[in-house]
């Protein structure tokens, strides 16, 4: 046994790439394919150095030219190779022809796979870093059906060959997280970063299906992905289908509503009704060319001071109900929000509030850790084309509404509120509903777990009978007798 002193701390122990690999090629009944697009065939370099693998690596390619890519795999509808659909098609065609030439009574003890990726480096002029699509398709056992992980990167380093063996390390890491950490995603997810730092590679969305991952929700892989720092978005659909930010918003305009959603009440839904309402008026913007996002920040998630992923599963599920568009994001400050949208689109982009917020914004102390103090805050957030639609507020005297011409901000930033409320870059909301104003999110959610009387009242309709349905948000349901 090592030995140990007192006051050792004890540190993890990762496996060295080389050392994953060699485990792999070791096993005798793991065998597949390797299919890399893009980037050099960096993953089944690390294989081939590792020694013995012979027994694992039925073939390697890397079908560069496009014509010939095209021939193999297809063409896309939209004449692109870094896609989801193409690394999906190159998964497919590989396993089929590895179930198609090898006999399973030659090889009754094989779990096949699939490894692909599809990337673009950084370009020569490096204004674009590159990003790419990794995905696996593996057995655990002969004959089973397939289970396949697809994730989506971002390179963030400014070199190619760097950036190369980096993709390298991933796909080694994700090939030997599919085979020995499926039992725990999680873990899966975390060993992805094995020998990467956080700096080198954004991994922005992921999604497991088939047999070994039916109890996996996608969307709380999602949430892992923000919360371990590997990315600062991401988003799902309706369906709970995790998405690519970068493709669901490139060139859109984009309605986004920020809020904790604990649960979603009838003031968030009529903020939302009213401010759509008003941005489709917008004859810059086209309805058609619109996402609109109910956000979540990281901050917002955290009860207590820890994510409560029951909590965070009530939450999405109304939402999704509801058939919204959800984004989790690590921005507390609007304006990193902004600027995160203005990646990718030039378009309209609209935050749509409470009163609350914009004092929020507009006040002096949450911009100390900036040079430029709040002048560079509230310029970041203005400069990417952007509109505040403002849903007004009730007084504390429950009878005066307070709307953009009538709230208080410090005396130092009047001037600059002035401003932009005169460029029209803070418009009020002109249809509201005065009843909702007295509907609090955290009261409902005490009611709801306390099963007090009332509650249902102040919820968007058929939210009620969704929490009693599931039992969400602590709710019991009552026996009688």
């Not at 790439?17 to 050099?40: M, P």
């Not at 065939?41 to 890519?69: C, H, L, N, P």
Request: with cysteine; hydrophobic share 35%; charged share 25%.
């Amino acid at each position: 046994m090592p030995v140990s002193h007192k006051g050792d701390i004890q540190i993890e122990n990762i496996l060295t790439s080389k050392t994953k690999a060699l485990k792999i090629n070791l096993n005798k009944n793991i065998y597949g394919t390797f299919a890399e697009i893009g980037a050099g065939q960096e993953t089944v370099r690390q294989f081939f150095r590792a020694g013995g693998s012979s027994g694992t690596i039925a073939k390697a390619m890397s079908a560069y030219d496009k014509d010939f890519s095209d021939a193999i795999y297809g063409m896309e509808s939209d004449k692109r190779y870094v896609t989801e659909s193409r690394l999906k098609k190159m998964l497919r065609h590989e396993i089929q022809l590895i179930e198609s030439r090898l006999d399973r009574r030659k090889h009754p003890d094989k779990m096949y796979f699939s490894y692909a990726n599809t990337v673009c480096t950084i370009d020569f002029a490096k204004q674009f870093k590159g990003h790419g699509w990794v995905g696996i398709q593996f057995q655990l056992s002969p004959h089973e059906p397939y289970n396949e992980i697809v994730l989506h990167l971002r390179f963030k380093q400014t070199d190619a060959t760097l950036q190369q063996e980096t993709l390298g390390k991933l796909g080694v890491n994700l090939i030997y997280g599919a085979f020995y950490n499926n039992d725990n995603p999680k873990d899966l997810i975390l060993s992805l970063y094995d020998n990467i730092e956080k700096d080198e590679l954004e991994i922005d969305m992921i999604n497991f299906s088939g047999p070994r991952f039916t109890y996996v929700d996608n969307r709380l892989m999602s949430l892992q992905l923000v919360k371990n720092g590997m990315t600062n978005a991401v988003m799902f659909n309706d369906s709970g289908k995790n998405l690519l930010p970068a493709q669901e918003l490139y060139k859109k305009n984009i309605l986004a509503l920020r809020g904790r959603f604990r649960p979603v009440t009838r003031i968030n839904m009529d903020v939302y009704e009213e401010s759509k309402k008003l941005f489709h008026e917008n004859p810059k913007v086209d309805p058609k060319n619109t996402r609109t996002i109910f956000e979540i920040t990281l901050s917002n998630l955290k009860n207590e001071g820890q994510i409560n992923e029951r909590d965070f599963l009530d939450r999405a599920d109304l939402l999704c109900s509801l058939g919204q568009m959800v984004m989790i994001t690590n921005f507390q400050e609007y304006y990193k929000l902004a600027d995160y949208f203005g990646e990718f689109t030039h378009k309209q982009i609209c935050f749509a509030m409470g009163v609350d917020s914009i004092m929020n914004i507009f006040d002096i102390k949450y911009y100390h850790h900036l040079k430029g103090n709040i002048l560079e805050g509230v310029g970041k957030l203005f400069s990417n084309n952007l509109i505040i639609y403002l849903y007004p507020i009730l007084d504390k005297d429950g009878k005066t509404i307070i709307n953009s011409n009538n709230l208080k901000v410090n005396h130092r930033v009047k001037e600059l509120y002035k401003y932009f409320k005169q460029t029209n870059k803070v418009i009020d909301i002109p249809n509201y509903n005065v009843e909702y104003m007295d509907i609090q999110g955290p009261d409902v959610y005490k009611k709801i777990g306390t099963n007090e009387d009332g509650w249902e009242d102040m919820l968007p309709e058929g939210i009620a009978e969704t929490i009693k349905f599931k039992g969400l948000f602590g709710y019991k349901k009552q026996i009688n007798g």
